[in-house]
Structures are given as structure tokens and as C-alpha cells.
């Protein structure tokens, strides 16, 4: 076996409760027109809020042409593509007790909830079902990020599998972590599935949040400039509420990276102790060649 290896088709009619709505290859027109058709895995974490680069409201506003959708041709996404294949062989090399399949895209019962996993993998002894997501990334995790755990939740729930898989290669290093079905999580994905896709189809808008992605959608679908005033209510003074806000939150930033860089002195590397009583980075000075160090500050784990 090399990890060139191709991998059979299985895309029944039906897989479970689930049809079959066709084989596609990524990034076809038919591709695209099937996602068109209802809520996918990819497009779950941030319906749910938990995609740190997209929100929901600009998801809306792609998907009811209020702003273009970009064409899938970024490096990280072609890095992704090239690598999936054998990516997948790794891990069926791995795992020689499972047959892997590429599959297609499955409608759920209820008509609005799609899956195209990356591949299913089928148990040789036991006939268990899982769904196998490969992923690639620049950083690392120590564990699965939440909207890509929302996304194999999702497939799981559309296809009635159990246990999901997500694999890849994460700051170069190999990652492998099993995800079990979790039917409240399902039920609550489900739930902001469904309003999602009424807003669709109403084309009405989500509700406002403070995510950078809300803030460019914004701006793209109101481009033109016109010489004329609009009074903004109470909104003028909110925006100027809010502005006073992050001024004195910037200036409380400011102070407190001044006192850790002044505190750690020459290290590299700041930390406090958790409840498990193990180090969390927190801080990390960096600087390009002979350049004056900066601040960097790691999140919560």
C-alpha cells in the first residue's frame, strides 16, 4: 500500500436515513450548486459561532449574493486539496482494520442539511461506519478546534454514524482525534441549523455580533459613497459609547503588556500555573532579526 493509493467510491442511494443527492468533484459547478441546496459541515462552526475567521452574518450575506463568496483558489485551500489524498493514505496505513472509502454528498431526512465528509471508513470486523475529515494547518492544536468538531458532529448526524475521526498534518506534526456522536450537541447544531436556513430563505438578516468578518461583510455590500447625511438616532451616540469603550480597554492592554514585558526581562516565554497545576504560556516575546522585541499574547487554553 503507498499513499498514493486510490480509494473506491461508496455512494449508495441511501446511507441510513440519508439520500444521496450525487458524487461530485470539489469545486465543480455541480459541487457548488449541491451546497446551494442546504446547510453543509463546512459552513456549521460558524453558523454556531465558532469559526474564529467567518461569522454568520457574512455567511448570509455570501449565500444570498450580498457580497461575492471568493473562489476556493487560496494556497492554504490548494495545500489542502494536494495533500488530502495522501493525508488519507497515512492514516489507512495506519489503520489496516478499516476499508476507506471516498463517498458522496447525503441529504438529511429533514431536506436542508447536507454531508460530504472527506471518507467513510468501514470496520472489517465489526462493520462500524466512521466518518474520516482530513485537515492541514500552518499552526498546531492540541485538540480538534470546535468549529471543525461541529463539522464531523454534523456529518455524523446527517449519515447516523457514531464516531468520527479528524486527521491531518497540524504544524507539521501528525494529528489524530476521535470525536464521538453527542446527540445534544447534534440537537442544539440542528436547532441553529434550521434558523440559519430560514433567514436564507426569508433573506432575513442574522442577528448582529462583534466579529471582524460581520464588520467586512458590511462594508462590502454598501461600496457606493454619496454626498448626503443620514441622522443615526441613538446608533451615533452607541458608536460613540462604544469607541470611549475600547479606548480605555486599548490604554488597559497597553499597561498590562508594559508590566509583563518589564517583568519577564530577557525571557522568552511567560506562564501561570492552571488548576491542574501545569504551565499555560500566556506570553511570548518575538522580533524580527535585530529588531526591538513585542508582546505576544497566547489565549486560554
Request: with cysteine; proline share 4%; glycine share 8%.
Amino acid at each position: 500500500m503507498t499513499n498514493e493509493m486510490a480509494f473506491t467510491t461508496f455512494a449508495p442511494e441511501e446511507f441510513n436515513d440519508a439520500a444521496l443527492v450525487g458524487v461530485f468533484e470539489d469545486g465543480s459547478e455541480e459541487w457548488l450548486a449541491a451546497r446551494r441546496q442546504g446547510i453543509g459541515g463546512s459552513e456549521i462552526g460558524t453558523i454556531c459561532g465558532l469559526n474564529p475567521w467567518e461569522s454568520a452574518f457574512a455567511l448570509w450575506a455570501k449565500r444570498t449574493g450580498q457580497i461575492p463568496d471568493p473562489e476556493l483558489t487560496g494556497w492554504s485551500i490548494r495545500f489542502g486539496k494536494a495533500f488530502e489524498e495522501p493525508i488519507l493514505g497515512l492514516w489507512a496505513q495506519e489503520h489496516p482494520e478499516y476499508d476507506v472509502y471516498r463517498t458522496g454528498t447525503y441529504m438529511a431526512v429533514n431536506g436542508f442539511m447536507l454531508a460530504n465528509p472527506d471518507a467513510l471508513a468501514k470496520h472489517r470486523e465489526t462493520g462500524e461506519w466512521v466518518v474520516v475529515e482530513v485537515k492541514t494547518s500552518r499552526g498546531s492544536w492540541r485538540e480538534v478546534p470546535a468549529h471543525y468538531e461541529a463539522q464531523v458532529q454534523h456529518y455524523m448526524d446527517v449519515l447516523g454514524v457514531k464516531k468520527a475521526v479528524v486527521v491531518g498534518v497540524v504544524g507539521w506534526d501528525w494529528h489524530e482525534s476521535w470525536v464521538d456522536y453527542s446527540e445534544f450537541q447534534a440537537d442544539s447544531q440542528r436547532a441553529a441549523a434550521w434558523r440559519f436556513w430560514e433567514h436564507l430563505e426569508e433573506q432575513r438578516r442574522p442577528d448582529w455580533d462583534g466579529s471582524k468578518a460581520t464588520y467586512e461583510a458590511v462594508r462590502y455590500m454598501h461600496p457606493d459613497i454619496e454626498d448626503e447625511s443620514v441622522w443615526l438616532k441613538d446608533l451615533g451616540w452607541e458608536l460613540l459609547d462604544a469607541q470611549e469603550r475600547f479606548v480605555a480597554a486599548e490604554a488597559d492592554l497597553h499597561e498590562m503588556k508594559a508590566k509583563v514585558l518589564d517583568f519577564m526581562g530577557s525571557a522568552k516565554y511567560g506562564y501561570v500555573m492552571d488548576h491542574q497545576s501545569e504551565r499555560q504560556v500566556v506570553a511570548q516575546r518575538q522580533a524580527r532579526g535585530q529588531g526591538v522585541p513585542w508582546l505576544v499574547i497566547k489565549g486560554r487554553r
